[in-house]
């Protein structure tokens, strides 16, 4: 089953990792494709805001704003008829122009604006103001709803345009340059990577979190199959033992015929009825708690004196040889509403827990406190208390604190898991404080009505 349990955790982990892995390949493969898109539009953009600043800075032809705009242009010259010239007698030549009208779609409208700014530029070789340009550009981005501050720059080179740069050739200087721009592109790659990035962490936390809680379980149920093994030898310890006597006894009866001596067969029919008794006791100890964890044992509920209650109790327990109890008891007496049965259980299991594991000289103290709405009881003990890894488990039924060897202590796991059925049977809960060296105390709280 251990094998099991390690090759279903490994699987788990393979997979796990593998969910990690392609969500960061995921947020890493969307940051950069939002990266190239970014620098595409911005390098889009800066084109479109020098074509626009160069139909800004030139006159373009009127025909152009027609509502069906054309472009009339001159194709060539022809000789005409020839003429003399009054004055001389010299004769001159007249030569007629061609021209041709070309209309322009809408659609190719803009490319043959910017064709014509651009050359008109080069022709008038008008210094670039970068400040109208940059106030261009910025209003270009907005409409891709990038906004961010910006810094124009001219360069020769465009070696020196850096990798945190868009840049674009412009043509309409005598030798060609580059415009560089600097966008703190930080917030715009942010805002547009959240919630990949959110939804990436989310998987990746479910993942790990799922990862976890079957390391949870699994770990649970190793523990679970140890309690189960401890709880299968430390029975068959305390079964066998007296299993023994019996067979011992059975074989002196039938080999050394005691019955022909009275006094030694009553001895050993002592014995085994004694041995009988135990095993009938504890049979019908697992019993009863099998009983309780299925229908939760039915309180039946009466006025009870607490004083009285826990005073026979205490009392019982120190005449089977038990540690010394103290009792602490409010002065007046003290009438609840509860099932004696179930309380008296429930203190003899946690007296018995205390003798056991808090050592002869310890000493376990009971007490009451009566609230309005509830009524505590309390026992505490000053013996060798209970580790803090061992606390969360030691109402869950097969479960003993790790002490060395089980068989120096008699039990089976099964006290603190009845005590706890009993307590909610009465619609109480239980708590537990305790550390190494410091002794237990157990809190119960029983509600008063």
Known sequence: ?????????????????????????????????????????AVHALEKSIDRYQSLQVELPTSLNYKKPSLTVFMRTKPSVEAFDLDTPKRKKVFDAEFHTVAIDKQHEPYVRALIARLLTQQEHKPLDLEALKSIYVKELCKDDIVMPVTLSLRKNPLNVSPDEVATRIDFYKSPVVIAARLDSSGWMLRHNLLPAVVSLILILL?????????????????????????????????RTPLT??????????????????????????????????????????????????????????????????????QRFELIGGNRVDLNLPDRQVMVNTDPYKIETILNNLLDNANKYAG??????????????????????????????????????????DNGDLHDVKGYGLGLSHVRALVESLKGNITVKSDIGQGTKFIINFPVS
């Open 1 to 41: 089953m251990k094998q099991r349990f390690r090759l279903t955790f490994i699987i788990a982990t393979i997979t796990v990792i593998c969910i990690v892995l392609f969500q960061i390949y995921w947020l890493y493969y969307n940051f950069d494709n939002a990266q190239r898109s970014f620098r595409i539009t």
């Open 207 to 239: 993942a790990a979190g799922s990862l976890w809680y079957i390391g949870v379980i699994i770990k649970r149920q190793l523990k679970l199959d140890r309690l189960k093994n401890d709880f299968i030898s430390n029975i068959t310890h305390e079964l």
């Open 245 to 314: 006597i019996l067979r011992s006894s059975n074989e002196a009866i039938a080999k050394f015929a005691v019955a022909t001596k009275p006094e030694r067969l009553a001895r050993y029919t002592s014995i085994n009825s004694d041995i009988i008794d135990k095993l009938e006791s504890e049979v019908d100890r697992i019993m009863d708690i099998s009983i309780i964890d299925s229908r939760s044992g039915t309180a039946r509920t009466e006025k009870v004196d607490l004083h009285e209650l826990l005073k026979n109790v205490i």
């Open 360 to 401: 002869d000289k310890s000493t376990i103290t009971v007490g009451v406190v009566i609230n309005s709405a509830n009524w505590q009881l309390i026992v505490n003990d000053n013996g060798q208390g209970i580790s803090r890894e061992d606390l969360p488990y030691i109402f869950d039924k097969y479960y003993r604190a």
